[in-house]
């Protein structure tokens, strides 16, 4: 199964979108006459058995992933002049009968399709619905999007991560953005409410715990990079010059070490 991170990297540069959504999903998928029997459950009205692969099983991604993934396979041969190759923009197919479809990416039952113009959008999505019509395989129109403005923007590597976290009596959040035009274009959204523990907490213990939660849910986009960190309250870099951390001061301090954090303080309006 990849990695959701992984499937979004090196989508700011493509500027048209098509996302695509399998109908039935699992459904198309027969089960074998052993996975039959091994899933087979009991009602008022009797035992039944699945005949078509069911959502909920551990299993079920794995298999549709790997499905999709070889219904859509492609080779790629690269000349001794060119080390390194785009599978977005070459495609060798394996044989006439069995086209390759790249430039899209497969999480389960969706697909994501990016071009870097509209007709090359098009020649890709119709190539893909060609392949998916050769394996039996249907899209979803009502749950498909058609060259749709995104409303974040996708982390691009080459520009300067900037996390602002926020915190109220009840709450915590915080978003990961970066700069476009001079302009903070939002990338990633996390929250969560308080325990009945944590609302006790000052509001930069709160705003600690927004910090902590972003730097896990963006991890593989922000490792090894410099983060700046924008707060309402200037105390939060007050974690890091503390020379002996306490309790839960000093669990935060241990996970926030191996991050290279500039914190700034920034007022209402500001930026």
């Known amino acids: 199964m990849p990695l959701v991170d992984e499937l979004l990297e090196n989508l700011e540069f493509i500027l048209w979108f098509c996302s695509l959504d399998m109908a039935s999903g699992f459904w198309v998928v027969p089960m074998t006459d052993r996975a039959r029997l091994i899933s087979a459950f009991i009602t008022p009205f009797g035992l039944f058995e699945w005949l078509r692969m069911p959502f909920g099983l551990r299993n079920a991604p794995q298999i549709y992933q790997r499905l999709i993934d070889n219904a859509l396979y492609g080779f790629l041969k690269l000349t001794k002049k060119d080390p390194r190759l785009d599978v977005f923009k070459h495609v060798v197919p394996e044989c006439e009968e069995r ?3 790249l430039g899209r990416r497969l999480y389960i039952d969706d697909i994501l399709v990016g071009a870097s113009s509209w007709d090359d959008l098009c020649i890709k999505v119709e190539n893909l619905l060609t392949a998916c019509d050769q394996w039996n395989l249907s899209i979803s129109v009502e749950k498909s999007s058609w060259g749709d403005t995104p409303l974040l923007r996708h982390f691009n590597p080459e520009l300067e991560p900037v996390i602002i976290v926020y915190a109220s009596e009840w709450a915590v ?14 990338v990633k959204f996390t929250s969560r409410t308080l325990k009945p523990n944590e609302l006790r907490y000052d509001i930069v213990e709160k705003e600690v ?21 924008l707060t ?10 503390k020379n002996n951390p306490h309790g839960r001061l000093s669990q935060w301090a241990a996970l926030l070490s191996p991050w290279e954090l500039q914190i700034e303080r920034s007022t209402r309006g500001e930026e």
Do not use: E
Not at 173 to 186: F, G, I, R
Not at 211 to 229: D, E, K
């Open 232 to 241: 309402r309250h200037t105390t939060l870099a007050w974690l890091f010059r």
């Open 209 to 229: 715990l927004a910090l902590l939660r972003i730097l896990t849910s963006c991890f593989t986009m922000l490792a090894g990079r410099r983060v700046r960190v």
């Open 173 to 186: 959040s915080a978003v990961l953005t970066q700069q476009h035009d001079n302009v903070y274009m939002p």
């Open 99 to 101: 086209k390759s479809v």
